[in-house]
């Protein structure tokens, strides 16, 4: 239990921590083709956080467990590609 | 040689049906953030644009208050799951206390946005000014009704831990109005870089 509860601690400060690194790209203006790709990585690795540790699905069948992180996948992936692909790849 | 097996629980916490609720759901934001971006390329410069008049701070501030409600949520899921016969008193008044500490936040994201809300219909700005402020609104406007509703259900639940409803045998409730409280989270985690930071 002691370690579990760790845990939580550790999830809430590397969420927020994310969090201002997404503030700051904002803000400072930072946000570049480059930087996107690493800001979407990161709200990835958030969702994912959140999925585990807050749902609590990382103690559950991984069935469970995969079609919330399956859903976050598609739509981080599907994001990136709107940003990246070509517009010509589209039309 | 010693291998560690984890047992998996069979189920996820909370009623099934919840579950049912929250796959729609994350589905239904997730054509709408497909949508979103793929309209996005078609009008990158009046996405860009419009994407001025949001507020990151009151976006970021936003971010911040979900995370850490999802944060109380959890610890009260803890008090009662770990509870036995002899602490339900204990168990359901720590859950309240923290349960408390989440609905403050929800009512905090809730007049932050409504505040944020009021700036832009102020500027006049409506479903059919851009395709920017249409998936804007929808997408904002439909997170803000989840975060109204979420925090009448943990109100709710907190209501029945000040009455010590919530026993060894008996806290699926709480762990299901629990889960929905964290789908709101995760929908926002994506909803904030796409809508107030990517450009």
């Given at each position: 239990m002691p370690n579990r509860k760790r845990t939580l601690e550790y999830v809430w400060i590397i969420l927020v921590i994310l969090t201002i690194f997404a503030y700051l790209l904002g803000y400072l203006k930072l946000i570049g083709t480059s930087l996107v790709g690493v800001l979407l990585l990161s709200t990835f690795i958030k969702g994912q956080l959140v999925i585990d540790h807050f749902m609590g699905l990382?103690?559950?069948?991984?069935k469970y467990r995969l079609i919330p992180t399956v859903w976050l996948g598609i739509v981080i992936s599907l994001i990136a590609a709107a940003y990246y692909l070509p517009v010509a790849a589209v039309h | 040689m010693s291998k560690s097996v984890t047992l998996k629980e069979k189920y996820p916490p909370g009623d099934f049906a919840i579950w049912i609720i929250i796959y729609v759901e994350l589905v239904t934001f997730g054509l709408l953030f497909a949508g979103y971006a793929f309209s996005r390329r078609s009008h990158i410069e009046m996405f860009n644009d419009s994407q001025l008049l949001l507020n990151q701070t009151s976006g970021f501030i936003n971010t911040l208050i979900l995370i850490t409600s999802s944060y109380f949520v959890v610890k009260a899921v803890q008090s009662v799951t770990g509870m036995r016969q002899e602490s339900i008193k204990e168990s359901n008044l720590r859950a309240s206390k923290w349960l408390l500490y989440a609905i403050m936040c929800g009512i905090a994201f809730l007049v932050i946005k409504f505040l944020e809300f009021y700036h832009i219909f102020g500027?006049?700005?409506?479903?059919?000014?851009?395709k920017f402020f249409m998936f804007y609104l929808l997408l904002t406007v439909f997170h803000f009704m989840h975060v109204l509703l979420g925090s009448v259900i943990l109100f709710n639940i907190y209501k029945k831990t000040r009455t010590e409803g919530y026993t060894p045998d008996d806290h699926r409730g709480f762990e299901t109005g629990a889960s929905y409280w964290h789908m709101v989270d995760l929908l926002w985690i994506v909803l904030f870089p796409l809508v107030y930071i990517i450009r």
């Open positions: 990382k103690t559950v069948k991984l | 500027e006049g700005i409506t479903l059919s000014t851009n």
